[in-house]
Every structure is written in structure tokens, then in C-alpha cells.
């Protein structure tokens, strides 16, 4: 039996289309929404089902569904996405068409105990870095991430929760980027009721232009090895 979510974010996108899910994208969706639909539970194994067919049965993400591995990140912060889907917190911008498919999703979850349960069942997962998908200046993108992002996002990019900045070392670089240029765009973290959201949205307009922010992206990923 199948449930949740195709969770994060979206999670999510390095298509032609970026911001528009394709046909494979939006008939996985859909069927995950059916069977939340279906059952209420808070069997965290039971209700993954519904992930499995976007993210991955260990949560390692699809690039050609535009999904994000999750197995990387920590509970606190894939809880934290899920729960903002569901208050429409997160996903609401029109040129978000992942968020959008996301926010429905999460809003079929019955309650906060199911996400935590779905969350808590990601995290037994094994980590394993995502495969390097971007090319860049290595060198370059330390320098910027360390003046800029490294102070909340650790050193190693291994995530402050203290600062509620989560980890980047080891998800897809490509989700990485995409996020990253949600945030500068004001697609993702334009409400200033998003907190943390609208922090890094300002943050996303720091970094001088695309390369360089590309290279930061590399930087990261690197930092997985």
C-alpha cells in the first residue's frame, strides 16, 4: 500500500521545462495523492510507499522526475519542508509546478504525527552522496562558500540545526542550484512569514551571477567525496 510524498522538496528540476513538472512527474503525483487518500496512518514504512516511486525506495531522488534524494538531510529539516507544504507555506509561488505537486501531496498527510512518522522512517536510510551532475571552479566556489554560506552551514556543509541551516554536502547538486535560484528569484522564500525562507532569499541575491553560484554548488558537492 502506498503513501506520502514526493517530499521535499522538492525538493526539487534541472529539466528544459524547470519549473513545470512533466507528464511522468505529475502521474506519479497523482497517484501518491490516491493513496494517502486511501488510509491514514502513522506507520512511517507504510506511509514512505508513496514516496518510494519519486525519491526512491531508500530515498536516493530521481532526476528525471525532478526529485531529491533525502536520505542526506536531516529529520529536523525534512520535517520542517513537509510541514510547509502542508500550511501552503511553501509551494505557492505559480512558477513553483514541483512545489505545487509537493504542497498537494503533503496536504493529504492526516496530521503532524504522520509526518513525523514518514520523516522518522526516512532516517533510517544509509546516506550515500548523490552522483555530481555539475562541473565548475572548484576553487572559486570554496572561497564563496566559505565567506558567505559557512557560517551557517558548517564548515563541511554539514547543516547548523541550532541556526535551523540544514546540511548541503551530499544532495544533488542540480537540486541544489535550482533551489538556490528559487531563492533569488523570489519563488521560494518571498513570504516573510517563512522565516528561514526569507532569510536565504535575501542571501540568494549576494552571490554576483550564475557561474559563481554554479561553482558554489560544485564546491559543496565536492565536499560529499
Not at 532526476?63 to 536520505?71: I, K
Amino acid at each position: 500500500m502506498k503513501r506520502l510524498v514526493l517530499l521535499l522538496s522538492v525538493l526539487l528540476v534541472a529539466c528544459s521545462n524547470d519549473n513545470a513538472p512533466d507528464v511522468s512527474s505529475e502521474a506519479a503525483a497523482a497517484d501518491a495523492r490516491q493513496t494517502l487518500q486511501q488510509a491514514a496512518s502513522t506507520d512511517g514504512k507504510a506511509l514512505y510507499v508513496a514516496c518510494a516511486g519519486c525519491h526512491g525506495a531508500q530515498g536516493e531522488g530521481n532526476v528525471a522526475l525532478s526529485s531529491p534524494s533525502l536520505a542526506n538531510q536531516q529529520t529536523w529539516y525534512l520535517e520542517r519542508q513537509l510541514l510547509g507544504f502542508r500550511s501552503g507555506l511553501r509551494g505557492s509561488h505559480p512558477e513553483d509546478g514541483y512545489g505545487a505537486q509537493m504542497q498537494a501531496i503533503a496536504k493529504t498527510l492526516p496530521d503532524d504525527n504522520a509526518v513525523k512518522a514518514v520523516v522518522g522512517y526516512i532516517a533510517t536510510f544509509k546516506a550515500k552522496p548523490a552522483a555530481k551532475t555539475l562541473d565548475g571552479n572548484i576553487k572559486r566556489g570554496a572561497d564563496y562558500y566559505s565567506n558567505l554560506c559557512g557560517s551557517c552551514h558548517g564548515p563541511a556543509a554539514e547543516g547548523n540545526e541550532l541556526l535551523q541551516a540544514p546540511a548541503l554536502a551530499g544532495v544533488d547538486d542540480w537540486y541544489l542550484l535550482k533551489q538556490f535560484n528559487h531563492f533569488r528569484d523570489g519563488v521560494r522564500g518571498a513570504d516573510e512569514s517563512d522565516r528561514y525562507g526569507y532569510q536565504m532569499g535575501m542571501m540568494g541575491k549576494i552571490l554576483p551571477d550564475d557561474d559563481i553560484a554554479n561553482d558554489v554548488i560544485v564546491y559543496i558537492q565536492s565536499l560529499a567525496d
